[in-house]
């Protein structure tokens, strides 16, 4: 229901509340309106107080529940850096989270060799997915910067360039032979997945995970707060 009908509901019902209350005999000494009989009185009230209470549902319903569309591949595609547009194949992906969009980027002989983006509608869906993912991990660590860190697992928050404000989180492991990395940008409500199957190749990842991997857009955009954050969950 559009706000202005809410709001108009909302008005009719007080006027038929203050007209049930004056013909009442209630205001009788600041209004000449003479009592009214005792049906009409109930009925003015029986209606006032249902258009009022059908108005505020309205209103709250309208203020209190925001909803998100899921968003689009043109848009987390138009946020995937050129650079791995062009050296990788990027497909949207046969899953994705509830509420997301995933593209497939992985392709056989790059590096890294198995690439995901995924756009989240909002920070919260997003970290609530990168809490269910990370949160109950074994990552002790606090660095990701060396294989040693990969192998102990670790966790760590990244800033902008001064530091004073958080763009995200990151989580790096070692599955197996599989050496991965995960991390949340909120600027953009956007998760990159990205895993290396060969280890000697570790340098060459580490530094894809640095600007190549970076989601584009505003780059003046405000990294969003979330209700909650991954720390919580651990």
């Keep these: 229901m559009p706000l202005v009908v809410e709001i108009i509901l909302i008005a009719i019902g007080v006027v038929l509340l203050a007209l049930a209350l004056v013909g009442s005999g209630i205001s009788r000494r600041l209004m000449t309106i003479p009592k009214m009989h005792r049906v009409p009185r109930i009925v003015l009230a ?3 107080v249902l258009l009022l209470a059908g108005g505020m549902w309205g ?24 650079g791995v547009k062009s050296e990788m194949s990027c497909t ?46 074994d990552l002790p660590g606090t660095e990701c910067t060396s294989q040693a860190d990969y192998t102990k697992g670790s966790k760590q928050e990244y800033f902008l360039d ?9 989580a790096c492991y070692v599955n197996g032979s599989t050496t991965g990395a995960m991390y949340t940008d909120r600027r ?38 979330p209700s909650h954050t991954a720390a919580a969950g651990y």
């Design 46 to 48: 029986i209606l006032g």
């Design 59 to 82: 209103v709250s319903t309208e203020t209190g529940s925001t909803k998100h569309e899921t968003p689009s591949l043109d848009e987390l595609k138009s946020h995937i850096p050129p």
């Design 188 to 225: 953009f409500n956007i998760i990159v997945v990205a895993q290396l199957s060969d280890p000697q190749h570790f340098s060459e990842f580490q530094t894809w995970l640095g600007d190549p991997s970076q989601p584009v857009g505003d780059t003046d955009a405000t990294p969003a707060t």
């Design 92 to 137: 949207e992906a046969a899953e994705a989270p509830k509420g997301a969009v995933e593209a497939n980027c992985s392709t056989s002989g790059t590096i890294p060799d198995g690439v995901w983006y995924i756009l989240f509608p909002d920070v919260n869906s997003m970290q609530a997915y990168w809490i269910r993912q990370v949160g109950s991990s």
């Design 162 to 170: 001064d530091q004073s404000v958080t763009v995200g989180e990151m």
